[in-house]
């Protein structure tokens, strides 16, 4: 399974039997101007969208008819099974930016977690529903979702054995959030990565958890 970080919150996931999977896909332009990162252009077969605001739900300049999956509750597409858990895009139980959904799914026997724009730690029912992961992808900005020490808690909480930043201030970003260095900072086993795209094998897994920092791929 191939890992490629387009920008943002926007991830290509492309198994070994070719199926492409896109998350969180954002607005080029969006809000202003200030999401700079390029277009989207993959052909993907599924979109998770974790909610519908243009940095993590912008679906109608997507290429090929893919499914789209957006709320929560258990869904296969093309053989792979989805759960996604509903949470909140803040820690008032939506009051603040609504409803967010988390999706986790098993690609090449490696279980993958996108975290959308969580806005809280998990509670124990959330964590259990979505279970331990292999690969987490968090937010890791703060202002509009969790910051680093809360995203560490929730690797903590979900036994994560990769942790890939996203939603982080770049310079292809202009919103009010936290670069990752405070993320990274005084963690160890962080790998930082020229590239926007890793190999990930269930049988090459790390014993220890790893954080892993791609560059954005647009």
């Known amino acids: 399974m191939k890992i490629k970080w387009l920008g943002h919150s926007s991830f290509l996931i492309t198994a070994e039997n070719g ?8 607005e080029p332009g969006g809000f202003g101007g200030s999401i700079r990162y390029g277009p989207i252009t993959e052909h993907v077969q599924i979109v998770t969208s974790s909610h519908e605001h243009a940095d993590h739900g912008h679906l109608k300049d ?32 939506g009051a603040e930016r609504g409803s967010n959904v988390v999706f986790a799914f098993v690609v090449d026997g490696v279980k993958v ?8 730690v998990l509670s124990g029912d959330q964590a259990a529903r979505i279970g331990a ?5 968090t937010p890791v900005g703060g202002f509009f979702t969790i910051g680093s020490d809360e995203a560490w808690k929730v690797a ?12 982080f201030k770049t310079p292809k970003i202009e919103f009010p959030i936290a670069g990752v260095d405070d993320f990274l900072a005084d963690k160890p086993n962080v790998k ?27």
Do not use: W
């Open 19 to 26: 199926t492409k999977i896109l998350t969180d896909p954002y």
């Open 62 to 93: 997507l290429s090929g008819e893919p499914v789209i999956l957006r709320n929560a509750g258990s869904f296969v597409a093309e053989g792979i099974t989805f759960e996604g858990v509903h949470t909140f895009h803040d820690a008032k139980q």
């Open 113 to 120: 977690c996108h975290l959308g724009d969580l806005g809280h």
């Open 133 to 137: 992961v292999d690969v987490l992808l």
């Open 156 to 167: 903590e909480q979900l036994a994560a054995k990769i942790v890939i930043p996203m939603h």
């Open 192 to 218: 930082k990565f020229h590239e926007s795209q890793i190999e990930v094998k269930n049988t090459e897994l790390p014993a220890e958890r790893q954080i892993v920092v791609l560059q954005p791929a647009l």
